[in-house]
């Protein structure tokens, strides 16, 4: 049996505060960091999205907190998106006790985040871009900051915040704790370790890719024209879903002809504003509307519990980006379904992906013609039925195969 919060060394506070939520037993990644971090360790993480990585860093950072000056927080929280910073924020916030949890990102006014610094907070969760634009306005100031944590730093670097992250890292104290938690370790996030941790200590849980293990995958050829009607009908077939497109643009059209379609649809992406952003996640998560319709923003650092099907409405441009949309089901030993809609000239492109993907059955085509015949949409809801009631008894299935994620593929026959 694993050890408990309070085995650990966490403060009893924490340890109540934590039960009151039923969470009395910690994950593989905080039983891996927790003890490390309290002593005062520099920590290099490696876990996928899901693993419980924000109490690993978070209890040590609200233990040794505290006492912060207006202005000037003791500890930073460097995260990518909008979203992941407010799912921290509250995360935080709901074993905190006395310590003070200030939260900064752009796409909202500046007004409660500058009141906020002014009252003063021991730890700041930032975006990096929002960061850097206070500490111009002279509202924050980082030379206090002695523990900083770097979350999901793999999405960072590919958002292309490693020198905003550099040049706030040099605004720290020289003497300073560095904790850091990535999906992989290697490239970009590798010179973060080797030029701003001292010594770490490295855990690594997990695969380094998502775990699709529970989802069965179907792909299937569709044209163009039809996508929204067979997206309708996975949606309608499977349950609560999250439909990936590749564009702004594309997840607004998408959403307005699913809804007149009578499915009830929310879009988040990059061009919405964060009110608009967040209440789209929450009516997702309390069931007010059935299908978020998504560009990759979401794709990763965002939970949302019980998705019950993800739909690449356009397909991922390469395996990781397919992995970690698709990871937005199948959690926490649950099943799920995941279904790519082809267009015909894109059958060789998916093919490619499937190789690296290590799924071994090609996709059986169909012909484009046949695809609105009653039939034929009879024998896709069956299979979507069939999937989505697998996925409610959260069996785990299929075989390994070379990429180290096992999971069914499934193609539509002739």
Same mark, same amino acid.
């Given at each position: ?11 009893? $506070? ?43 860093? %978070? ?6 907190? %505290? ?24 995360? +935080? ?8 949890? %200030? ?64 040049? +706030? ?5 020289? *003497?300073?704790?560095?904790?850091? $938690?990535?999906?992989?370790?290697? %490239? ?28 069965? #995958? ?57 009110? *608009? ?25 965002? #939970? ?20 970690? =949309? ?32 290590? $799924? ?25 039925? #069939? ?9 785990? =299935? ?17």
């Amino acid at each position: 049996m694993p050890p408990t919060f309070a085995q650990l060394g966490v403060p009893d $506070f924490i340890v109540r505060a934590l039960a009151q939520r039923s969470i009395t037993r910690p994950f593989d990644i905080q039983m891996a960091t927790v003890a490390d971090a309290l002593d005062g360790r520099d920590v290099c993480g490696r876990a996928p999205t899901g693993s419980g990585k924000t109490l690993a860093f %978070g209890i040590p950072l609200v233990a040794l907190a %505290g006492g912060s000056q207006p202005h000037r927080p003791q500890g930073l929280v460097l995260v990518p998106t909008r979203e992941l910073a407010d799912q921290i924020t509250k995360e +935080l916030r709901s074993f905190a006790g006395k310590r003070r949890i %200030g939260v900064a990102y752009g796409g909202v006014g500046y007004g409660p985040q500058l009141a906020s610094l002014r009252r003063g907070v021991d730890i700041l969760v930032a975006c990096p871009g929002r960061l850097e634009d206070l500490i111009s306005q002279g509202a924050v100031d980082l030379s206090a900051v002695d523990r900083v944590v770097l979350d999901e730093a793999d999405r960072m670097a590919d958002m292309g915040f490693i020198p905003v992250v550099r040049r +706030l890292l040099d605004q720290t104290a020289t *003497q300073r704790q560095t904790l850091l $938690f990535s999906a992989t370790l290697d %490239g970009d996030v590798a010179s973060l370790t080797r030029d701003y941790q001292r010594d770490p200590v490295r855990h690594e849980v997990g695969d380094e890719t998502p775990d699709v293990t529970a989802a069965d #995958h179907i792909f299937w050829k569709v044209a163009r024209t039809d996508r929204v009607d067979v997206c309708a009908e996975a949606i309608d077939a499977a349950g609560t879903t999250v439909v990936f497109c590749r564009t702004r643009h594309g997840c607004d059209r998408v959403a307005r002809q699913l809804g007149r379609r009578g499915i009830a649809t929310a879009a988040i992406h990059g061009g919405r504003s964060q009110s *608009q952003r967040t209440r789209a996640l929450d009516d997702f998560a309390t069931g007010k509307v059935q299908a978020l319709i998504a560009t990759d923003v979401a794709a990763r650092g965002i #939970h949302v519990p019980g998705v019950d099907a993800v739909v690449h409405y356009d397909v991922a441009v390469d395996h990781k980006t397919y992995l970690h =949309r698709s990871g937005r089901t199948a959690r926490a030993g649950k099943g799920g379904v995941v279904v790519s809609l082809v267009e015909p000239e894109k059958v060789k492109e998916l093919a490619s992906m499937q190789r690296e993907l290590g $799924f071994r059955t090609s996709t059986t085509e169909v012909d484009v013609a046949e695809i609105r015949q009653p039939s034929r949409s009879r024998t896709r809801r069956r299979t979507l039925e #069939h999937s989505a009631a697998k996925s409610q008894s959260g069996r785990r =299935r299929g075989s390994k195969n070379r990429s180290g994620s096992r999971g069914r593929q499934r193609a539509s026959h002739r």
